[in-house]
């Protein structure tokens, strides 16, 4: 009889770290089937352009920034290996999210509903490639380590 108690409770104490730990409502449109696809199909291209991507934006900034020779070039040789290591963690992030927000808009397709971004970098940061045919955004190489305003 304990047992069942303890694991009454367990399972109690379980099903209130769901709810708790759940997101709120979500709803899911076309756009999320379609952002999803775009991030999932997308992701390895970012990930491939990560080097250059990572290093365009790392090159930029050490180029324009303000701080003494000493910090400039004691900064150099360790840039490059942080802005490429960001640059494919985020593409990577990028095809998570795209997965995770596929079975949302799969499953709510008929609905006239949306499900914000999971992940919304790839919206709104510059990216070299950034062509719309109809409803999908074709976006490669993402630039993830330049601020957004």
């Given amino acids: 009889m304990i047992r069942f108690a303890r694991r009454l409770a367990s399972l109690a104490v379980l099903a209130a770290l769901f709810v708790v730990a759940s997101p709120g409502v979500s709803h899911a449109g076309p756009k999320t089937l379609i952002r999803s696809m775009q991030n999932l199909l997308l992701f390895p291209f970012d990930f491939a352009l ?26 150099a040789p360790f840039a490059p290996i942080w802005g490429i290591s960001i640059q494919a963690g985020a593409s990577v992030i990028r095809g998570v999210a795209g997965a995770l927000e596929l079975l949302p808009g799969i499953a709510l397709l008929p609905f006239e509903a949306e499900m914000n971004p999971l992940y ?25 380590l330049t601020a957004t305003d």
């Fill in 50 to 75: 990560s080097p250059f991507v990572g290093g365009k934006a790392i090159w930029d900034k050490w180029r324009d920034s303000d701080d003494t020779p000493a910090v400039k070039y004691g900064y």
């Fill in 120 to 144: 919304d970098l790839p919206e709104n940061q510059p990216a070299w490639v950034d062509q719309e045919a109809g409803p999908v955004k074709i976006r490669l190489g993402v630039d993830y």
